[in-house]
């Protein structure tokens, strides 16, 4: 284009290869604008005309498609603004869907094998007092909480052992949480944090958005934000390894 305008010429093919003469041209157009009262921004250049023609045409142009979406989609104003709405919502349908399946109950009055705290469960959750007993002993324990009924749980088939991952204790009715549980769940909120910059969004959204929905619901029904950090920090190094071995998926059946 620039070389039809008459701008070049065989003495300047040097400035074709390095760019010179369009970034010339750009800012002689800039100039011949300005004077007649056009408003611009303060420097238009060839690599800002070239981002905004990429993320206009919406398509990935001598580039791949992940350096489309990551180094010109995600980084313009206009793209994210149109977005907005998109992710809001499925963010809130992510929300509302671990609200309706959040199913563990959760006595944190209790934190030790007694027959008070036993009593206590037994009457809190509706399950058997010898199951309370067993429960408060630390004998039914998962990674996140303890099972009142291994052998019915609401993500397998009746009479048979849990066959899904111990994420999923969220979302059943045997689950129940006791206070000492309290620390490995607030790490266990934080942990799959790390993972978003190890994993792509999609994957993300399919595999972790909705536990990591469900675990924070369950959290705020119960836990102040301001008390998260020192139920963190109180999580012992079994116990965050135990909750690495889980998301590893080193745990499943």
């Known amino acids: 284009m620039v070389g039809h305008r008459g701008l070049g010429g065989a003495e300047n093919l040097r400035d074709y290869a390095t760019g010179n003469v369009l970034d010339a041209a750009i800012r002689r157009w800039q100039q011949h604008a300005r004077a007649d009262g056009v408003a611009l921004p303060q420097r238009i250049h060839a690599q800002a005309l070239r981002h905004s023609a990429q993320a ?5 142009r001598n580039n791949t ?32 869907s671990a609200r309706q399946t959040v199913a563990m109950r959760l006595v944190d009055q209790v934190d030790g094998d007694t027959e008070a705290g036993a009593e206590l ?19 039914l324990r998962t990674p996140v909480a303890s099972c009142a009924d291994f052998l019915n749980s609401d993500h397998s088939a009746a009479g048979t052992q849990r066959a899904v991952s111990f994420l999923l204790c969220f979302a059943c009715r045997n689950a129940v949480a006791t206070g000492r549980d309290l620390p490995r769940i607030a790490y266990l909120h ?23 929905a469900r675990i924070g619901d369950f ?3 119960y836990i102040t934000t301001d008390s998260r950090p020192r139920l963190v920090a109180a999580a012992s190094e079994p116990d965050r390894e135990l909750i690495h071995a889980m998301l590893d998926r080193r745990l499943d059946p």
């Open 56 to 60: 206009h045409h919406g398509r990935a």
């Open 65 to 96: 498609q992940s350096t489309h979406e990551r180094d010109y989609q995600l980084l313009d104003e206009g793209v994210r603004d149109a977005s907005r709405g998109a992710v809001e919502l499925g963010l809130a349908q992510a929300l509302a």
């Open 121 to 139: 469960v037994a009457k809190e959750t509706e399950v058997d007092i010898e199951v309370a007993r067993r429960i408060v002993a630390g004998r």
């Open 190 to 212: 934080q942990a799959p944090e790390s993972l978003r910059s190890a994993v792509t969004p999609a994957v993300w959204s399919a595999d972790w958005a909705t536990h990591h």
């Open 219 to 221: 959290l705020t029904s």
